[in-house]
């Protein structure tokens, strides 16, 4: 059974990195991976290709993750399922972490019937007092077997993400959150911003430090 499993978390994998026309291409009855955005950083040249995993019905089964160089077919990219149970548990998973710190969480319910789901992505603002802040993401489908993520607070869509850090942790996640967001301590906080007050703090946000090296 877990080889099996294996087998087609690869055989999923493998068509998002081969790209949409090829997951289009799958057969009705077998799984297949809708590309929804590429995720980039201020600190590497890396490239995370985030995708949905969709049923022979069309139905959400997952995310899927591709993580490597920016050719997603070289040898050391690093392949990651979530299934849906996680992703809609109250822990969620965990999208990003380093040296064993939890830096990019992501939650959420999806509705398959509907069309549309709410997600809530969590990143780690400050590595030395350990605080988070959250913001939400929209989901909608298109079509058969097309669908995008949506700016929660725009309604623009997103086909690309770009992760903002600072000396200590994330400043923010462009064009996902609001705006570059100030180091906070005590409990997570959610960004109930609207776009014209996101834009008038973004303009007041003092910018993120770039001369001390970022640390993970």
């Known amino acids: ?11 999923l994998l493998v068509s998002l990195a081969l790209g949409p ?31 949905l995993v969709l049923g022979a019905r069309d139905e959400v089964r ?18 990651r399922v979530y299934p849906l149970r996680r992703i809609e548990s109250p822990q969620g998973v965990v ?8 830096a990019i969480l992501l939650r959420g319910r999806i509705d398959s019937r509907a069309g549309r789901g709410t997600l809530v992505i969590r990143y780690l603002t400050n590595g030395l007092l350990m605080s988070y802040r959250q913001c939400r ?3 909608e489908r298109d079509g058969p077997r097309r669908w995008r993520l949506v700016n929660a607070y725009s309604g623009a869509t997103i086909r690309s ?21 100030r180091p906070t301590t005590g409990h997570d906080q959610a960004d109930r911003a609207t776009p014209a007050t996101a834009n ?12 001390a090296a970022p640390t993970t």
């Not at 026309?21 to 057969?27: L, S």
């Not at 993580?67 to 040898?75: I, L, M, N, V």
């Not at 999208?95 to 939890?102: D, E, S, W, Y």
Request: a positive charge.
């Open 1 to 11: 059974m877990f080889r099996l499993a294996g087998r087609l978390s690869s055989a």
């Open 21 to 51: 026309t090829v997951a289009a291409a799958a057969p009705r009855t077998a799984p297949a991976v809708v590309r929804l955005a590429g995720i980039t950083n201020d600190r590497d040249t890396s490239v995370s290709r985030l995708g």
């Open 62 to 79: 997952g995310i899927a993750v591709v993580t490597g160089p920016p050719d997603a077919r070289h040898a050391s990219a690093t392949r």
């Open 95 to 102: 999208l990003g972490q380093g040296r064993g710190v939890r």
């Open 137 to 139: 993401i929209g989901l």
């Open 161 to 181: 993400i770009r992760v903002r850090t600072w000396m200590l942790g994330i400043s923010t996640l462009e064009p996902v959150c609001p705006g570059p967001q």
């Open 200 to 211: 008038a703090r973004e303009a007041s946000a003092p910018a993120p430090s770039r001369t």
